[in-house]
């Protein structure tokens, strides 16, 4: 079994990964760009919720099925809310 800290960095990657991709979306479309992140984070929430179904079938991967729902979750949650702020302050 893994250490706890090392299954952290699924969703570590997972965060980084949503980070990017808001960026880069910011700053190559100035106003379209919402609705891109929007479906960009819609996607990476259903690749994180498939890879924790997936995994709870798997015995060899089974204790990553809660972390991958983690993972899911804190990008709903903090993608949305960036996307929203990056896209409402005029910069």
């Known amino acids: 079994m893994e250490k706890p800290k090392s299954q952290m960095k699924i969703v ?3 965060l980084l990964v949503m980070v990017v991709y ?4 910011r700053v190559g479309y100035k106003t379209d760009g919402f ?3 929007a479906c960009l ?10 890879a924790c179904v ?4 798997i015995a060899q991967y089974r204790h990553l099925a809660g972390i ?3 993972s899911a979750l804190a990008v709903l949650l903090i993608g949305f809310s960036t996307c929203m702020a990056a896209f409402t302050i005029k910069i």
Request: some cysteine; overall charge neutral.
């Open 12 to 14: 570590g990657i997972n």
């Open 22 to 25: 808001t960026i880069l979306c």
């Open 35 to 37: 609705i891109i992140v």
């Open 41 to 50: 984070i819609v996607g990476h929430i259903i690749c994180c919720f498939i």
């Open 54 to 57: 997936v995994s709870a079938f």
């Open 68 to 70: 991958w729902l983690l």
